[in-house]
């Protein structure tokens, strides 16, 4: 898809952002457009210089827009580079069946948190708030909150104001409650959410440092209220934080890509 023009290049990266959020049920041009603050005729353009490249297809049956083929061809190239779930996997198995809930490996893209994998414990009272491949702003669910949390202090400060500005009219999202939150997570050394994704289901996460100790992923628990009491949270906080180091440590040893 030849195109000099950058700003051209940023709206395109902007609507497969968005088309990424949208799942498998895709958006209408109009949702694309009103979220990308975009005409629609220049939107409309982009999309289908998006499905000339297969980066983007487009329903017969509702004309709503989604993720095409190509993009799932480049994510499987990419994993090869970027895929943190070989490191990863037999720890945060282990732990979801130490403690029986649902874990989660999230990973920073930007300003977004991504969920990267899910590993369900034996708990016969399970939750599953977010799917594989679900894109949120950080700030909003366990994992991205605490990566948001353990950002640098001038990056945190420009991501607050932008995160604030475009997802604002999340309750969660808007500068002073996200301001608590963070302060709240900087205090204990552990996110804590409750009911703002699922209702009735408490998460907490922790984020996963590199060795120059910025983020680039997080893990976290999510369980029903009532498996979430306080000395139970004191309990999974240090079995987060146990695991968020022994991750660092596995990643010192995986192809240096994180060093």
Known sequence: ?????????ERTMELLRLLAT????GLALTQISEAAKLPHSTTHRLLHKL????????????KRYMLGPLTFELGLAAS???????????????????????????????NESVCEDRYEGPSTIRVVTIEVGSRRP?????GGLAILAAIPLEE???????????????????????????????RHGYSLIRSQVTLGTTAMGVAILDTLDNPIAAISVAAVDSRMSASRIELLSRQLQSTASSIRDALR????QYD
């Open 22 to 25: 949208a799942g498998g049920y």
């Open 80 to 110: 090869q580079i970027y895929d943190l779930r070989e490191p990863c996997r037999p720890i945060l198995r282990r732990l979801a069946e130490e403690i029986g809930d649902t874990v989660y490996l999230t990973v920073r893209s930007g």
């Open 253 to 256: 040893s995986f192809s240096g």
């Open 156 to 186: 945190r400060e420009d991501t607050i104001t932008r995160i604030a500005s475009r997802y604002g009219t999340h309750k969660s999202l808007q500068e002073r409650p996200l301001r608590n939150a963070i302060a709240n997570c900087q």
């Open 51 to 62: 499905i000339d490249e297969r980066m983007v297809v487009q329903r017969e049956s509702n």
């Open 138 to 142: 950080l700030g909003q669910g366990a």
């Open 1 to 9: 898809m030849a195109n000099s023009d950058p700003g051209s290049v």
